[in-house]
């Protein structure tokens, strides 16, 4: 087991530290940090927000936030009577370039420690809240400041967002985040591509048929259906966590594990993405969005139902809950290796699992009798039971006939690695205290992702392409089973694989 390495003494600063992300992941991921013993005594927590609440209010709102969502036994008194010491409150409007004095002195004695700024709200505060930070003397050259997902709702306002924010940071101290970089099988497959001479020779299109990339989530919009409403599955998931995803499977070899070879390499997959456009995006794409249903023998409403409850704008109902593509990489490592990617809510069950499914032999010397000889396949499943399957061909042991069986070598996390590793934030918060961009988005990655997707969504628009109807619990609408059946082809779905 790796050892926890401490980090230098810092002052982490969240924007929007009351909020519903840094109650759920921020907090409890700084907390198990420190417990864990990664910092300094002289480190600090310091949570800004417009409302009006004590240091008390504050630490008892933190403390219920750990009680609500770590997991049962984490929670320890001894380890929260030292952790809440470091957590303090700053009521400040990031609308406003006034009243930063506060602030401005509680930090005024800090100048020797990392400064982060995490900027845990509404993408459209990221301009203003980078500018009054630096308006009101906080940040220096050391600081560095964190933009939560998604950075815009299209290209044009993620160049705005980035052109705002780079007015007054530099590149190098912008972490654009997307916590899929800081999973641990995401974080595996350098290793398993790079560090394995197995499989770098066969990660190609001459023995790989086909990949499958699925993000299914079986809840619905829940109390996000005004967000989810100007939002959809496509920008969603598949702008950032899906194609993140992608490149990462796709990437050639970087020179090395350096922050910008990795994301040069990545570049180059986004840019080699073939164009979705009117003429082919009914062919390769499909939108869906769920209707009533059952969740593990639990009724569910429709998504068009919880708009209604909540008084949502009705030009919600066309926004698509679920996203299937075929998408196609035009580069000599990949030409006739489609990646399908599929994403949606309400589906049969939660997961994120990454598919590589192998050419079949070129011949087999096998008679019928023996049975099939079914063609490799690399499973790397995200979540749950983080781990790696590979199905072999293999003679059923005993006498008499000659018959084969596929069989799985199973790597899993949980049973190699049997204690307690940091989740995706913890990981990637600690990779922000050190200075390491490698996790992270750079401005022109961000920009080409969109690039990409804006196409898809003009196709649609211009094509009044409308979500296929699907059942709540079921795999998405049947058009997403006939774009993989044109090819031959089947969705590998977690219950079936």
């Known amino acids: 087991m790796a050892k926890f390495v401490p980090v230098d003494p810092f002052d982490l600063v969240i924007f929007g530290g009351t909020g519903d992300l840094a109650k759920r992941k921020l907090l409890p991921s700084l907390y198990h940090r420190h417990r864990d013993g990664q910092f300094s005594e002289d480190s600090r927590i310091i949570a800004v927000s417009r409302g009006e609440l004590s240091q ?44 930063w004095e506060g602030l401005q002195k509680f930090l005024d004695d800090s100048h020797e420690r990392i400064r982060v700024f995490y900027l845990a709200m509404s993408p459209s505060l990221f301009g203003v809240t980078a500018r009054n930070i630096t308006e009101a003397g906080l940040a220096d050259k050391r600081s560095r400041i964190v933009l939560e997902k998604p950075v815009g709702s299209d ?32 974080q595996n497959l350098s290793a398993l591509r790079f560090a394995n001479s197995l499989f770098e020779p066969l990660w190609r299109r001459g023995a790989i048929d086909h990949v499958q990339i699925s993000v299914a989530e079986h809840i619905g919009v829940g109390n996000r259906a005004e967000f989810y409403s100007r939002t959809g599955a496509l920008r969603d998931m598949v702008q950032n ?39 082919n995006v009914k062919r390769v794409t499909v939108r869906g969005q769920y209707k009533a249903g059952a969740i593990k023998g639990e009724a569910v409403p429709g998504y068009a139902q919880e708009l209604t409850d909540q008084n949502s704008d009705e030009s919600g109902t066309n926004t698509e809950t679920f996203v299937a593509i075929k998408a196609e990489i035009d580069n000599w490592r990949w030409s006739g290796t489609p990646f399908y990617l599929r994403t949606g809510k309400r589906l049969a069950t939660k997961t994120s699992e990454i598919v590589i499914q192998f050419r079949p032999v070129a011949h087999s010397i096998f008679d019928e009798s023996a049975g099939e000889v079914v063609a490799n396949r690399l499973t790397i499943r995200l979540q749950p039971n983080e781990g790696v399957n590979l199905t072999m061909m293999s003679k059923e042991p005993g006498p008499g006939g000659f018959k084969l069986k596929s069989l799985p070598l199973n790597l899993s996390f949980s049973e190699a690695f049997p ?10 918060l600690m990779e922000v205290l050190r200075g390491n961009p490698a996790l992270f988005m750079r401005r022109d990655e961000v920009e080409s992702a969109w690039t990409w997707i804006d196409q898809i969504i003009d196709a649609w628009d211009s094509t009044s392409q409308k979500p296929d109807a699907y059942l709540a619990g079921s795999w998405g609408p049947v058009e997403a089973a006939l774009l993989l059946d044109r090819d031959q082809r089947e969705w590998f779905d977690p219950e079936t694989s």
């Open 56 to 99: 008390d209010e504050f630490r008892g709102l933190v403390r219920d936030a750990l009680q609500n969502y770590l997991h049962e036994g984490e929670f320890d008194e001894d380890a929260w009577s030292e952790f809440s010491s470091r957590l303090h409150y700053h009521e400040q409007d990031v609308m406003s370039a006034m009243g």
């Open 241 to 279: 966590h899906m194609l993140q995803l992608l490149c990462l499977v796709a990437m050639e070899p970087p020179t090395s594990m350096d922050h910008d070879d990795v994301r040069n390499e990545k570049i180059k997959v986004l840019k080699a993405l073939r164009p979705i456009t009117s003429e």
């Open 419 to 428: 204690l307690r590793y940091p989740d995706a934030y913890e990981r990637l």
């Open 155 to 186: 290209l044009d306002s993620a160049r705005d967002i980035n052109n705002q924010v780079g007015a007054v940071f530099d590149e190098e101290q912008i972490y654009r985040i997307d916590h899929y970089l800081g999973k641990e099988t995401v």
